[in-house]
């Protein structure tokens, strides 16, 4: 009866890791895709005005106007 209950555990603690393991993957291809995209909105798209701001998933280009105030001269969504 011991070693069944050892192998249960077992099998429930690989399916634990394997989760776990498939989820910090997730994770970090989230996280790249959302610093390609930053780095995409401020060196590509955005790269003739003095400012942009990158908040998912809009990319906002931003321009001075005559008075010297920020405003949106341009927005991408992106995917």
Do not use: H, R
Request: glycine fraction near 2%; include cysteine; hydrophobic fraction near 45%.
């Amino acid at each position: 009866m011991e070693k069944v209950k050892w192998k249960n555990m077992a099998i429930i603690l690989f399916i634990i890791v394997v989760l776990e393991t498939l989820f910090i993957i997730w994770a970090y291809s989230l996280a790249v895709q959302e610093e390609e995209n930053t780095y995409e909105c401020f060196y590509e798209i955005c790269e003739d005005y003095p400012d942009a701001f990158y908040e998912s998933p809009v990319c906002s280009c931003y321009d001075y106007d005559v008075m010297g105030n920020l405003i949106v001269a341009k927005e991408k969504y992106m995917k």
